[in-house]
């Protein structure tokens, strides 16, 4: 008796009752159920929705451990500033693992935990089975916030986000907005102070504030948003050794993780293209203002205006959102065409609003759930086009 | 008339277990069974009763809501037992065959005889239903007439009949059947083959032909609709399968309805996978054990693997199949399945998964549908395979809600279960999408049609 023959077992015991999901979101785990079709087709393609999600987790891994490293390295680069004359030779380094991983993985722990508790409590209310959809939504969270969110917060978000966020519209699939999104919209405007300001980026930053030995650590985005010049470079940012929400520093992964994604056809690369588009056109757009001497430099609009249209790209979490969460299927747009539509006006919003809302200067999030809710518009009219093409083709006919 | 179509989005499947091009007689099957679930939505009104005498072509029974409809016997003998289900809906009847068949004579009737004397004569001899009608895919309304009429001489399914060869020699039949089809219709009988080939049809006359290349379902003849000559709101067209168009011609021109059907077995599990002479509703095991199969645990499917029905292994040869298949079922678990690399299995995407990287593999796949049902999630890979000018999930979608406004609006009035059988085969969500289809084609038969 192995282990297979043992769990069918355990799975006839537990078929019919109120556990059942519960038991076989476990099982499935470890096995393909044997289920066999019944209907239509007789031979199914190898893909499930659990290979898919697990697509984007691996997609998502490089930006994880990076992140780790990157959490201890700001923190030792805040308090000694020479580290950073050599970032590659300081950034992978033990000390700054430890200390990344002892910050980091709680959040991913949490965010877990209590994520697939609430969609394990509602398979089993509701008695359908486990979605995967929060594998991906999970990873994403802890790789979106701050290092020092207080866990108990990211509880309280995780919840809400998982509960209205999706659970209320039928769960994964069925829901509007980007779950992800959700949850940190959540804490954006429930805790202001713990998601935004040049205190939270760095760990320990916010305990040792007004200390003697206060740290800072002000991202790229902020500064510029106040119209300083900020203290990274370019490439800084591109290979990612910069202050950040945890997981969306390195534009270099994300651009690995892009290639993976759309090369395994997991992510949409017209959304991804799109919206790289809209985003260049948007930065044009303002650096032609600042050309023209429209803006003055004393505008407070002025530092992100004049930035160079590409830096919009490499800087804040616009290429992580871009590449992990606009790509989300079911809150994009679902036609092919949609998706152009859709992803040219998350970047080109996501520019407008850092500019123009230096409260919150990192708009990638407000513009990818702005475009949620409007990707059903913009599918109703890619559809429209279908539709009036067959009613001509009938017009044609009986004229 | 001759014009080139060439389809660019769909997906070959290549499976184990092509059937060779030998033909061999099927031994005579002692029992034969005509099932009126092969006819959607005919309710069957019996004529013959239990232990009735019947020839072959004799009718059987006929549609309740439309008497003239007949559905004749495809042997003759003794009807032994009309096998009931829930609300005592007809499930299958049963026929004993005797030794020498005993054909009903219909007398012969030239080919090119009016429209209205061939039609009278198939509704008579029971080859109406060898006509489908769209939108709805169902048995053609013997009211309307069609706009046009539309035939695939090939198909592009797994494993399917290589109609070039079981069509061999029976071009005058064809013929016949063509040209009398031409009468029934003020538009043109669009008949579509490959590009390269030898098929029967290619000097046919009384047709409009066309030359189809791409993968499948490039050979589905709503592909070709789509491409030639789309089903607008408020018109019907007409589709016959090939080995149909044989009985209709031979019944022209013998008089008989001869219910011979040359059968494609084919499979990863069968022994020696060729071609039989055999008969509509025949027991498949006449043919399958003389082949033999290598293991107990099979699928036997009536039809090809996209689209067919699942019968026992002692089950009967569908009414409209001309090929048995035979794959392994899947009912196993497979340990971390969802996430170690395929190598074995077909995939559109490449998600860790192979497929991709050997365009020529030929395939041993089971009946495991690898992976759990679930909402909708993926989008944008169903029109990799869908090459009707349509959106295939949004119309799976209107169909699952039932709105009628938005299923006509995006074209429902042209496809049939069938042209969804590829995005259920690569659907992420194992969603059932032929079933969908076919519940909102009745729906909007109900409330429409």
Not at chain 1, 47 to 65: E, F, G, S, Y
Not at chain 1, 327 to 333: G, I, N
Not at chain 2, 22 to 39: E, G, K, V, Y
Request: overall charge neutral; hydrophobic content about 45%.
């Amino acid at each position: 008796m192995g282990l297979k023959q043992n769990l069918h077992k355990l799975k006839e015991k537990y078929k019919g009752t109120k556990m059942a999901p519960a038991f076989n979101a476990l099982h499935t785990f470890l096995y393909t159920p044997n289920e066999t079709t019944h209907s239509g087709s007789h031979v199914r393609a190898a893909d499930d929705l659990k290979r898919t999600m697990n697509t984007v987790i691996m997609a998502l891994v490089p930006c994880l451990i990076f992140g780790i490293f990157n959490a201890g390295y700001q923190h030792y680069a805040a308090i000694d500033a020479t580290l950073r004359l050599d970032p590659l030779g300081n950034f992978f380094t033990w000390d700054n693992f430890i200390l990344g991983a002892w910050t980091v993985l709680p959040l991913v722990i949490v965010s877990y935990l209590v994520g697939l508790g609430v969609e394990f409590i509602f398979a089993v209310i509701k008695g359908h089975e486990v979605e995967e959809g929060y594998l991906v939504t999970g990873m994403l969270v802890p790789l979106i916030v701050p290092i020092d969110i207080p866990l108990w917060m990211l509880t309280v978000a995780v919840i809400f986000g998982v509960v209205i966020g999706k659970e209320v519209f039928g769960g994964t699939g069925m829901n509007i907005l980007n779950p992800a999104l959700t949850i940190r919209a959540f804490l954006f405007f429930a805790y202001p102070t713990w998601m935004s300001g040049d205190k939270v980026w760095v760990h320990g930053a916010k305990e040792m504030a007004g200390q003697p030995d206060a740290i800072s650590g002000e991202t790229i985005l902020g500064s510029l948003a106040q119209n300083h010049e900020p203290i990274y470079s370019i490439w800084d940012s591109f290979w990612g050794f910069i202050p950040g929400s945890v997981g969306e520093t390195s534009t270099f992964l994300i651009l690995i993780g892009a290639a993976f994604l759309i090369f395994t056809k997991v992510g949409s690369w017209r959304i991804m293209l799109s919206a790289v588009i809209g985003a260049i056109v948007m930065g044009l757009i303002f650096n032609g203002v600042v050309d023209q001497g429209w803006i003055q430099q004393g505008s407070s609009f002025y530092g992100l205006m004049s930035e160079t249209f590409w830096h919009h790209l490499v800087i804040g979490g616009l290429a992580f959102g871009i590449v992990y969460m606009a790509t989300d299927p079911v809150t994009a747009s679902q036609t092919n065409k949609g998706k152009w539509i859709y992803g040219f006006f998350i970047g080109f919003i996501s520019v407008l609003i850092r500019v123009f809302n230096p409260a919150y200067p990192e708009g990638v999030m407000l513009a990818i759930l702005l475009m949620n809710v409007f990707a059903p518009t913009i599918d109703h009219y890619v559809l429209k086009g279908n539709i009036k093409k067959r009613l001509k083709r009938l017009k044609a006919k009986t004229a | 008339m001759s014009k080139d179509i060439k389809i660019k989005k769909g997906l070959t499947i290549k499976l184990q277990g092509d059937a060779d091009k030998t033909l061999s007689n099927a031994p005579r099957s002692r029992t034969f069974a005509i099932r009126p679930s092969d006819f959607h939505l005919i309710t069957p009104k019996m004529v013959v009763k239990e232990g009735g005498k019947v020839q072959a072509g004799e009718t059987i029974f006929y549609s309740k809501n439309n008497e003239i409809v007949k559905f004749v016997s495809p042997v003759s003998g003794t009807l032994t037992k009309i096998s009931r289900g829930a609300k005592r809906v007809i499930t299958e009847i049963s026929i004993e065959a005797d030794a020498q068949d005993s054909f009903k004579e219909f007398g012969v009737l030239n080919p090119t005889a009016s429209g209205a004397e061939i039609k009278a004569r198939l509704l008579e001899a029971g080859c109406w239903p060898f006509i489908m009608q769209r939108p709805y895919a169902i048995i053609a309304d013997t009211e309307q007439e069609p706009r046009d009429i539309f035939i695939s001489g090939f198909s592009t399914a797994p494993l399917a009949n290589d109609l070039d060869f079981s069509l061999h020699g029976k071009e005058n039949e064809l013929q016949a059947a063509l040209t009398a089809l031409s009468k029934l219709t003020k538009g043109q009988v669009h008949v579509s083959i490959p590009k390269s080939g030898d098929s029967p049809f290619k000097a046919m006359k009384d047709i409009a032909l066309h030359r189809v290349s791409g993968p499948h379902p490039a050979g589905n003849v709503g592909t070709q609709i789509n491409k030639i000559g789309p089903v607008n709101k408020g018109e019907v067209i007409w589709t016959v399968a090939p080995q149909d168009l044989v009985i209709i011609g031979e019944l022209l021109l013998t008089g008989k309805f001869n219910a011979e059907r040359i059968v494609a077995l084919a499979g990863s599990e069968v022994n020696t996978p060729k071609y039989y002479r055999t008969r509509i509703g025949a027991e498949v095991s006449t043919f399958i054990y003389d082949s033999g199969l290598k293991d107990e645990n099979v699928r036997v499917i009536s039809g090809d693997v996209l689209t067919g029905q699942k019968i026992s292994p002692k089950g009967y040869l569908g009414y409209y199949s001309n090929t048995v298949s035979v794959i392994p079922e899947g009912d196993d678990y497979e340990l971390f399945g969802w996430n170690k690399p395929v190598f074995d299995k077909i995939s559109t995407s490449r998600a860790l998964t192979f497929s991709w990287l050997m365009p020529n593999k030929v395939y041993d796949l089971d009946t495991n549908t690898n992976g759990e049902h679930r909402n909708f999630v993926v989008t944008g890979n169903y029109e990799e395979v869908f090459p009707l000018d349509m959106y295939p999930l949004q119309m799976l979608k209107s169909c699952m809600i039932q709105d009628l406004d938005e299923m006509e609006a995006l074209g429902m009035y042209e496809v049939a279960p069938e042209d969804f059988a590829l995005t259920e085969f690569i659907c992420v969500s194992k969603q059932p999408h032929q079933q969908i289809i076919r519940n909102g084609l009745d729906l909007m038969y109900k409330e429409i049609g």
